[in-house]
Antibody, heavy 121, light 110 residues
Framework: QVQLVQSGAEVRKPGASVKVSCKVPADTLREMSMHWVRQTPGKGLEWLGGLDPDNGEIIYAQKFQGRVTMTEDTSIDTVYMELSTLTSDDTAVYFC??????????????WGQGTLVTVSS | QSVLTQPPSVSAAPGQKVTISCSGSSSNIGTNYVSWYQQLPGTAPKLLIYDNDSRPSGVPDRFSGSKSGTSATLVITGLQTGDEADYFCASWDNFVSPVIFGGGTKLTVL
């Protein structure tokens, strides 16, 4: 079973940014379509964005456009999600997940263990 | 408020069967595949069902999925205490978002 290992919990002040990392097994990143999903007590699971393998572009949820950036470093098999201009509403557990993503089928497996991001003054 | 609607909670006794519904519309479930995820307390979601009714290897056949019209259903038979978890449906909406989730259903095995 593929394991995705995320970075540890973070605490940020409102207005700051946070960057969460997710390490995938060696030499598998090129075969994966990595996505990010967050979970809050009030809003359940929310998709932030991920790679569309059909065109090789990162697609972002409209809600987070302009605030979220997803990048990768293939040399160390790691993907990153950076969220800026944080507010208390961004307090959540952030998951990376490998997606099967196409125009006709989408599902997510496996998932990282999650990273708690707390935004508090 | 989620685009996909699930009951907040369901419960049943060990050994019994439970169904969890996921209601959407013609722009999401009505035309696209549904997947289901199990989230045990304190853990990450785990894929249970994909493409409406397909099970990944390793998922017991006690778990089954189906879709009819604009609704999908997850059925769990032979309930075990270890099935106590939150269950989420997911799909995509042709107009709203490339990925959408239901609000989740908490299963209690009495």
């Amino acid at each position: 079973q593929v394991q995705l290992v995320q970075s540890g919990a973070e605490v940020r002040k409102p207005g700051a940014s946070v960057k969460v990392s997710c390490k995938v097994p060696a030499d598998t990143l090129r075969e994966m379509s990595m996505h990010w999903v967050r979970q809050t007590p009030g809003k359940g699971l929310e998709w932030l964005g991920g790679l569309d393998p059909d065109n090789g572009e990162i697609i972002y949820a409209q809600k987070f456009q302009g605030r979220v950036t997803m990048t990768e470093d293939t040399s160390i098999d790691t993907v990153y999600m950076e969220l800026s201009t944080l507010t208390s509403d961004d307090t959540a557990v952030y998951f990376c997940t490998s997606a099967f993503y196409s125009s006709w089928s989408r599902w997510f497996d496996p998932w990282g263990q999650g990273t708690l991001v707390t935004v508090s003054s | 408020q989620s685009v996909l609607t699930q009951p907040p909670s369901v419960s049943a006794a060990p050994g019994q069967k439970v169904t969890i519904s996921c209601s959407g519309s013609s722009s999401n479930i009505g035309t696209n595949y549904v997947s289901w995820y199990q989230q045990l307390p304190g853990t990450a979601p785990k894929l249970l069902i994909y493409d409406n009714d397909s099970r990944p290897s390793g998922v017991p056949d006690r778990f089954s999925g189906s879709k009819s019209g604009t609704s999908a259903t997850l059925v769990i038979t032979g309930l075990q205490t270890g099935d106590e978890a939150d269950y989420f449906c997911a799909s995509w909406d042709n107009f709203v978002s490339p990925v959408i989730f239901g609000g989740g259903t908490k299963l209690t095995v009495l």
